[in-house]
């Protein structure tokens, strides 16, 4: 049951539903072509300085996971992204002005900093808020994607519960947030 818990939990990846989030809504608004590219802007700007962040402590002994699972591990995380994310603005406002981008980095961005701060006292599943905003983004935008995303949700809430990664509330609450950030991106 722990590998079933586990594939799903890397299905369900932050940087999974980023990627889907940001091709389903790129697809709405844009040609594939430019989807694939605004696809990789995100990719290589946002996602892989946390990705060398998150290979580079696991392997130094920093982190018992890439999942940053202790909240000790988490301020780190939360400012890396927040730095990656703030120059993904930057880059999407000098090369993309008018984009629907800079609402959704800005959305992220605010999802972080909320989630950042409530680490001093409960460690807000990012799993879930994520999902939750990349599946709340994707419905309000009336993508497909939206729907199998909502679909798999209970699959992810359980995945990091068998994982122990999190308490119910802890999964509620990135639910919770992930919905609200997800409504003001696309709402």
Excluded at 42 to 50: E, K, N, Q, Y
Excluded at 134 to 162: C, D, E, H, K, Y
Excluded at 164 to 183: D, N, Q, S, T
């Amino acid at each position: 049951m722990n590998r079933v818990a586990r594939w799903v939990s890397i299905v369900g990846h932050p940087f999974a539903m980023s990627l889907v989030m940001v091709l389903g809504a790129a697809l709405r608004f844009s040609t594939p072509r430019e989807a694939l590219r605004i696809l990789l802007l995100v990719a290589v700007t946002a996602l892989l300085p946390i990705a060398v962040l998150m290979i580079r402590q696991v392997r130094r002994g920093s982190w018992t996971n890439v999942d940053a699972s202790d909240r000790a591990e988490r301020p780190l995380l939360f400012a890396v992204g927040i730095v990656a994310l703030a120059v993904l603005l930057g880059a999407v406002l000098v090369f993309r002005p008018g984009s629907f981008l800079i609402r959704g980095v800005v959305g992220v961005l605010m999802m972080l900093a909320v989630c950042a701060v409530a680490t001093r006292w409960v460690k807000v599943s990012l799993h879930m808020a994520f999902g939750a905003l990349a599946t709340t983004t994707l419905l309000f935008l009336g993508s497909p994607a939206g729907w199998v995303l909502l679909v798999g949700m209970p699959a992810l809430a359980w995945s990091r519960l068998a994982l122990k990664r999190h308490g119910p509330a802890e999964v509620a609450i990135g639910f919770l947030v992930g919905i609200v950030f997800g409504y003001a991106i696309a709402g």
